[in-house]
């Protein structure tokens, strides 16, 4: 069970060039996860991101890629403009009781953001279940349901 947090814990970087955002759920003692990249396309402005990419790892099986294209699905757009809105979390303090939790899922969102006309600088949330973020993450997942295919988008219509 504490292997799973760590593993989990574990899976933490700068994004990968190809992506602008991405999202992770991951089940702890499942020893699988979900991540959701919305990719950067070379064809399309920031205003106008296009493709994500799902990867499914489930412990013992091969790995999954499945994909979503905001030209075709609306749930997709939804998605990408839903990033807008994730809940912040609140500053802790050192006298702010906490509570250990040794199971449960693991929720994450890594972007870059930026104040006014800034360059963007990377940020990493992270949260368990019972969260404003868990609740954010399992929405857009909802969103992008019934967008998902095993083709990968062309990047022109």
Not at 37 to 62: C, N, V, W, Y
Not at 100 to 117: E, K, Q
Not at 130 to 151: D, F, Q, S
Request: include cysteine; proline fraction near 10%.
């Amino acid at each position: 069970m504490i292997a799973a947090l760590i593993l989990q814990a574990s899976i933490t970087g700068p994004l990968p060039d190809d992506v602008w955002a991405d999202m992770t759920y991951g089940p702890s003692l499942a020893y699988s996860s979900e991540t959701i990249a919305f990719l950067r396309d070379e064809t399309s402005s920031m205003a106008d991101p296009r493709i994500l990419r799902m990867t499914l790892r489930q412990h013992g099986k091969p790995t999954v890629t499945i994909w979503a294209d905001s030209r075709t699905c609306p749930g997709a757009a939804e998605a990408v403009r839903h990033l807008r809105s994730i809940p912040m979390p609140t500053p802790s303090l050192p006298s702010d009781a906490t509570d250990l939790i040794l199971d449960g899922v693991g929720y994450r969102v890594r972007f870059r953001a930026h104040y006014g006309s800034e360059i963007g600088f990377p940020l990493e949330l992270n949260s368990n279940v019972g969260t404003p973020l868990a609740e954010w993450v399992n929405r857009t997942r909802a969103m992008l349901k019934p967008c998902w295919t095993t083709a990968r988008p062309a990047k022109d219509p």
